[in-house]
């Protein structure tokens, strides 16, 4: 037989990995290349797949992430690809964020040969990776096999989409890749998964309790939390939240389920309904730190440990979620989609709208807020501060509801979520559960790179500087990303000072007026430098219609921020004043 011949009979690990993950709908790959894997990343090219190339692993981990949010329910899950050791590390953070979001990530590190690890002899990279991701995802699994290449995605697929999502590690060591089998045998060993994220259909018992519960409520409430918005059943929670005429209350990410200006929307009223209400239906969100763990002062109890005697009704794909803080009166254990038709076809078309008394106390509340932003939102001050310059956001996107918002800073993600209405569903990509930064930069490319769609980031100025090296990606990809830089001179504000008068800056402030717009600029993009809020509307208007990458340098007035935005009270107190 010729080489030729021969060549064309069999298949390698490099050549399974991209038929696996192409037979399973997985086009896109967020990654950075570099020893085992640089040729991977050149064969997936040329075999039709996108791959995105970062310049940090972080930021290609947060992009999978967040693809696997706007994707997951359709079964797809977000995948990035690193190099060993330190490359897999770097991603670590995006997979354990992944996982405590509940979103689908698949994370594939190369990784040394395992006779040399398991016996420390010091390979190149060396580090026992499986071990290491373990406690940080869903489940992780290692390839050691070219014939097992089509289980371990399979596995990896429905491990990180099924039941409640996460993240997964996939360990695929450096020799894999070069392994040869047999075409038509290597064909045959990949794994098409069926139905990778099972319908759970609820009990019906579960659903009459709760139908029960949410009867005889006076004042009853929808929570509703990103499990929501990831679940992609819109048109069904429209339905349930308008034919039963329960006001609601969205979490930061299921803004835009609803439109933020729907006549049953709370939120302008966050504070008077949570402490008032009676039956709370939470529908895909967990009662922890963002919701006060369901009791003390913020659902009217006397102190921190307090119930504030609501009944719960929760929607979760996760029983374990139930109980987990307060009793849960009302559990529905099953997916979203189901969950939320079963209650429908229970509410029917005669439900009997909530007490007005309930739902006019609500618009009063609301209406006074409401006029009472209005006000502030009316102030042009120069230099800007956080309302003056949200006020632009808002008005563009009432005017582009389809652009996505990718949001982090702590005053630049507080004064956002509450002033910048969403009008569609999963258009609104923040900080999430673990409010961490350097989410930015990765979530606006990956955003961009699975919508079509255009894309504002706004990011505090210490926010952006986690992930601000990607600038370049968003460049060199050309994306229409638009990011603006919320530049109050440092992390909260730029006013502290050093105490001591030596010659360091306090440790939350910057370089005062650094001109971040330069950095796109160097790489091809539009930088702007805005000091009104003339020139911030100007700006995000031109980098709409152009679609070019673009940097805008918000100057916000430095003593405008607050410590850790709308969550200073976490900030533990010093108990000795020195
Ligand atoms: O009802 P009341 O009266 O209470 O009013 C509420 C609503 O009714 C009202 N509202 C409205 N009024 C009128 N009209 C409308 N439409 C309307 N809508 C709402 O507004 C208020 C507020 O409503 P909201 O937001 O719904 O309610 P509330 O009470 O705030 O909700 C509670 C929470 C907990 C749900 C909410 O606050 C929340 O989701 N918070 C998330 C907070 C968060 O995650 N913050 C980020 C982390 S802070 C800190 O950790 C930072 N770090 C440390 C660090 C991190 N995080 N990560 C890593 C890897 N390393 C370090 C750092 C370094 S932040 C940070 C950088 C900060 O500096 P930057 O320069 O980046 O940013 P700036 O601060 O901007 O300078
Ligand atoms: P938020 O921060 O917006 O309150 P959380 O992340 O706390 O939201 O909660 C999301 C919840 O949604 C998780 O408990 C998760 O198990 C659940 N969830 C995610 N997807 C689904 C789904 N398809 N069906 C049911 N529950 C889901």
Redesign the pocket.
Known sequence: MSNDAQTSTLTDGFHLVIDALKLNGISNIYGLPGIPVTDLTRMMQAEGMRVISFRHEANAGNAAAIAGFMNGAKGVPGVCLTVSAPGFLNALVALANATTNCWPMILISGSSEREIVDLSQGDYEEMDQLAIAKPLCKAAFRVLNAEDIGVGIARAIRAAVSGRPGGVYLDLPAKLFSQTMDAAAGKASLIKVVDPAPRQIPAPESIARALNLLKGAKKPLILLGKGAAYAQADADIQALVEKTGIPYLP??MAKGILP?THPQSA??????VLPEADVVLLIGARLNW??SHGKGKTWGGKDHKDWGGQKFIQIDIASTEFDSNVRIDAPIAGDIGSCVSALLAGVGNSWAKPPAEWTNAINDKKSK??A??AETLAKDPKPMN?HSALNVVRDIFKAHPDTLLVN???????FT???V?MYKPRKRLD?GTW????IGMGFAVAAAVESNQRVVAV??????G?SGMEVETIARYNLPVCVVI?N?N????GTDVNPTGGADVAPTVFVKDARYEKLMEAFGGVGVYAQTSAELRKGIEDALKSGKPTLINAIIDETA?TE????TSLNPAAAIKK
Request: proline residues 0%; charged residues 20%.
């Open positions: 979490m930061s933020d939120a302008a009223a966050r504070s008077f963002l919701l807020n409401i009472k932003m956080f982090e800073g702590a005053n630049a993600l507080d979520r509450s002033i209405d900080v409010g961490v930064m350097g990011c505090g100025d210490s926010a952006f986690f919320f109050n440092g992390v909260y504000r921020g850790s935005g709308r969550i």
